[in-house]
């Protein structure tokens, strides 16, 4: 569920950092979400829009087009990837670039027979289905979509507590409404107990000041559709 960074050349990553204030480095992202926490980790930089899949966009990258490139991890480790980019790459730690809800997590569509549900029931992970439907919950109590610069992540830990972080940002990463909750969680529980907590940590977002950034951001994007 994390986002990694790519760069051009393995000697690129020593100057790189957690943050820094180097002029003029280029990175690669469309994503909204990206963009207003990489504002904050590197406001130095040049962000531009990045478009098409993942070779697509290695290839922009090897090109010349960007000094880096932000994507998710999991998307690189399912095709197979962060092997052939070793020394380029580094993984953003969650607490510093917060991932999109759902980010990660894979789901199976099918039928709804019993025999289908009960071939596809060992895939199922009951804690990450808690998690990812706390985060979906999240940005759906928000009225928000993947077009806003929301983000969250849930996940259960040890101890059996379900643990919800959320983020709404300013475009520009100057305002942030950072939020956490945590509930007790069991598997006997059902998926409606996990979205209930998504529902109270964008309650406490909204009470802090979210309503007002997602407001604000509506106003702009419906006035670049006009």
């Known amino acids: 569920m994390r986002d990694v960074l790519i760069t051009n050349r393995p000697e690129d990553q020593s100057s790189w950092g957690a943050k820094t204030q180097k002029e003029g480095l280029r990175i690669g992202t469309s ?20 478009r098409g899949n993942v070779d697509t966009r290695l290839r922009k990258l090897e090109a010349g087009e960007y000094d880096g490139i932000v994507l998710a991890a999991a998307g690189l480790h399912r095709l197979g990837l962060q092997e052939s ?22 789901g199976v569509e099918c039928r709804d027979e019993h025999a289908m549900l009960e071939l596809l029931a060992p895939l199922q992970n009951n804690g990450v289905q808690a998690a990812t439907s706390a985060e979906r919950m999240f940005m759906r109590h928000l009225g928000a979509g993947c077009y806003l610069p929301v983000a969250a992540y849930g996940v259960l830990k040890a101890d059996g507590q379900l ?12 305002r942030r409404i950072r939020v ?11 998926k409606e107990q996990a979205e209930q907590l998504g529902v109270n940590v964008a309650e406490q977002a909204l009470a802090e000041g979210a309503a007002e950034i997602i407001d604000e951001l509506n106003v702009l994007r419906e006035g670049q559709h006009v």
């Open 85 to 106: 980019l070793i020394g380029r790459l580094s993984y953003f730690p969650i607490e510093t670039l917060l991932p999109a809800p759902g980010q990660g997590a894979l």
């Open 31 to 50: 994503s909204l979400r990206r963009i207003a926490q990489l504002r904050v980790l590197h406001p130095g930089a040049e962000i531009l829009p990045i």
């Open 180 to 190: 956490r909750q945590e509930m007790r969680w069991t598997e006997r529980m059902g």
């Open 163 to 174: 643990c919800l972080d959320g983020l709404v940002s300013s475009l520009d990463g100057q």
